[in-house]
Each structure stands twice: as C-alpha cells, then as structure tokens.
C-alpha cells in the first residue's frame, strides 16, 4: 500500500482512557455541554484495570517499555508504512537479559531500562496477567503469550526456566536445531501463526536458523478491538490523501464527529479513540504541516509522547481518517537498531549468558527478528505482533591435535553393534582397485 499513516501507539498500557463514551455527537455541535471526566477519573479507571495485580509494578515495566520502545521507534522508522510493537520486543529481550551478567548483562539493561531481574520480571509477569487477564474477552481481545524453543540436548539452568515459566509463563519446548533445524523453525513459525490468528507467517525466515542454534526466546501479541463509538460505513468515501506531503492519491477515508480525547500541540493535532471497554485506545498524531511528519517524529521519545497524552481533554473532533491495513512482507532484523542502543557484547562471542545455560560456549544472540500486522476499519483494529530471540553457539573452528591416519596398505574391517559388541560383518581389504 501506498499512503503514508502515523500511528504513533497502539496504546496497550491505555496511557489515557476514553472521554464521555456515551455522548455522541453531531456534525452540528451541541451547545452547553460539559464533559464529566476527569483527568483524575482517567488514572483511577486505568489503575483499577490492573486490580488483582501491583500497579506499581505494572507500571515499572510500562515506564521502562516506552523509553525503550520509543527508542527503537528513532532507530527502525523508514519512509513508507511501518509499525513495530514495542512490548513484544521488550518481552523477549527482557526475558533473554533474565539470563546475562557481567557486562553482557549491563548494557542489556540500559537499553532496555531495566535494572531489577527480580522486581522487573515481577512487573512483567503482572502486565502479562493483566493483558491475558479473560474478564476483558467481552470487551475486547487480546494476548500476549511467551515460549522457548531450546535445543533437545542442551542443558539450561533450572533456575532460569523455573523464572521464565513462573513469571512469563514461557515454558520451554524442546526441539532438534542440531538435526532438524528446518524442521525446528517450521515449529516455531507455527506456534507465533496460532498464536497470532495466522496474521503473523513466517516470523523466521530461511537461513535463520541451523546446525548451532540452541534457544529461542518467542513473544507473540494478538490484539481484536471494536471502537466505543464504531465509524458509520455509509460515511465512509474517497478523500485525497497526500502521499510524502506532495502526491495527491485518492483513499477510502473515514468520518466521525464526536467527543473524544483531543490536544493541540502546537505544530500537531493528538486524538484519542478508545476501544470498547475504555482499558485500551489508539492515539492518533497529526502533524499540522503536510509534510510535517519527519520533522515531528525526529526527536520524539518516550517523555514527548507522555507530556502530550497529558493535554488530552474532551473535545468535539470532526475527524476523517484512511482505513488501512498494514502488512510485512518480511521481518525485521533488528540487530544492527540494537547495537546501536547499546547492546554490543550480547551479538558476539564474549557474551556472558551463563544464567541460562553453563555448558553452552559460547551463547550469544545471533539476530532478533520482529514482524507486526496493523489493520484498521470503521468497526475497530486487529494487530498482531511476534519476535524471536535467536541464540547460538560456535562450532569449534580449530581441530583438536590428533594422530594421522593414512590408509595406504591392506586393513581389516569390522562392523558391529556398538550396543551389544556383536560383530555383522568383518574383511579385508588387500587391493582396493
């Protein structure tokens, strides 16, 4: 596709609710009327949507999250349609820094903004709980789901996984990356299409794993919402739309006129429209130039983002917005945005992962790859997301000192049941012509 939209946050820590769900308007303005939410009723509905759980610690990893997603965000934005879903990723690298120390595990947690194993998994696993949590399925769906994929024959700490499987409920499956890592990768590809109604294929490309790999930390987001206030289809209709700020093209755009969370920021328009239920919402970012958007994304982070959902006030919005679908072709790698963040020593041989596993030696990430689907109508969103932590070793690449060998006169042979000793054939060979 084509045209160019912003979506700035599929807001799934719901950084603000939804603003007077039952008052609808007109495209003529009602007068004299007065919203009765708050800024304050908007915190309290969002703290009370992780009851069962510690706010606190749900909002440490949401906090550490942004910062770090929003990051990503100025590393990986390239011109044309693209989305990355910054949980997804965090969760998988998150649960891969559970298992580094020393150094390794140092730059880890300053990109990621994580400095607690003990407290951040904690928080993690009570986001998790929350977003996983069946009460919301009337309202809304949505899932976000954890699993490793290691090697059938290595061996990992039992302290690690006991983490994993207890806090992010990430047991490990055992699969054959030695002899079978095609087969392996189909598996793998096969759990993230099941757990992302298939909206996510092949995660792992060809090539991405073999004879060396040994773990694979996988995180999986599905996410089905309807609007509070759904677009009507009939006003739905072609619009010019200015692709790059310049080329006109026609698109299905839609409208709706209602109350909703509206901040004007100076050299953009911010929108809120929330999902049914009020937990979850997508802000919209416009810049008031059209060809605005560079400028306005280059130096945004995490503190930006906050301070303008800050402004949000119920407004009456005129609001026309394209229908899109947004979809991958191939995923992205996205070692090279990592690095650049800080995470060196977790891509090479002297990374220290020996919080999972002792024995493997090496253990380093090979490559992290990520792939999301965004598609948006007049009746809600559906969007998926998947990432694959991929760690190997490295095959010896010196031979070990040994005797020669050189079968140039008659021998003898035998074959046999190694098992049993017994013996299935035994000769000679005297002339080999």
Avoid at 91 to 98: P, V
Avoid at 143 to 165: H, I
Wanted: overall charge negative; hydrophobic content about 45%.
């Amino acid at each position: 596709m084509t045209r160019r939209m912003f979506c700035l946050a599929l807001s799934l820590t719901a950084c603000a609710g939804a603003v007077d769900p039952h008052r609808v308007g007109t495209p003529d303005r009602p007068s004299g009327h007065t919203s009765a939410v708050t800024h304050d009723a908007i915190d309290d509905r969002h703290d009370s949507a992780v009851a069962g759980g510690d706010v606190a610690a749900a909002k440490d990893y949401a906090s550490a999250n942004n910062a770090f997603g929003f990051e990503l965000w100025q590393r990986t934005r390239a011109a044309g349609n693209l989305a990355i879903a910054p949980a997804s990723v965090s969760l998988a690298l998150g649960m891969t820094w559970a298992g580094a120390r020393g150094q390794t595990a140092a730059q880890m947690s300053k990109a990621l903004r994580m400095h607690d194993v003990d407290g951040m998994t904690t928080s993690m696993g009570q986001q998790l709980a929350r977003w996983n949590d069946p009460a919301h399925r009337d309202q809304f769906e949505l899932t976000v789901v954890d699993r490793l994929f290691g090697e059938q024959s290595a061996r990992f700490e039992p302290d690690f996984l006991a983490l994993m499987k207890d806090r992010m409920g990430a047991p490990l499956e055992p699969v054959d990356f030695i002899g079978g890592w095609e087969a392996a990768r189909a598996r793998i590809n096969g759990w993230v299409e099941d757990s992302t109604k298939d909206r996510i294929r092949d995660l792992l490309p060809a090539g991405s794993l073999d004879t060396d790999t040994r773990l694979v930390l996988t995180n999986a987001v599905y996410f089905k919402g309807d609007w509070q206030q759904p677009f009507d289809r009939d006003h739905t209709h072609a619009a010019d739309f200015f692709v790059g700020g310049t080329k006109k093209i026609s698109t299905k755009t839609m409208h709706q006129s209602a109350y909703l969370g509206y901040a004007d920021l100076g050299d953009a328009q911010l929108v809120e429209l929330p999902y049914r239920g009020g937990q979850l919402a997508l802000d919209i970012v416009l810049p008031k130039a059209k060809d605005g958007l560079d400028a306005l994304e280059r130096d945004l982070d995490d503190a930006d983002f906050a301070a303008a959902v800050a402004k949000l006030e119920p407004q009456f919005v005129d609001l026309a917005l394209p229908k899109f679908k947004l979809e991958m072709s191939s995923s992205l790698q996205l070692k090279a945005a990592l690095k650049a963040m800080g995470i060196v020593d977790a891509f090479s041989g002297s990374a220290d992962f020996s919080g999972i596993s002792t024995t493997i030696k090496p253990l380093f990430i090979d490559d992290v790859y990520h792939k999301t689907f965004v598609a948006l109508d007049e009746k809600g969103t559906e969007a998926a997301a998947a990432t694959a932590v991929v760690m190997r070793t490295e095959s010896a690449a010196v031979a070990p000192d040994g005797v020669d060998v050189t079968a140039d006169h008659p021998f003898l042979f035998v074959l046999r049941d190694t098992t049993s000793g017994a013996v299935l054939f035994i000769g000679h060979v005297a002339d080999p012509r």
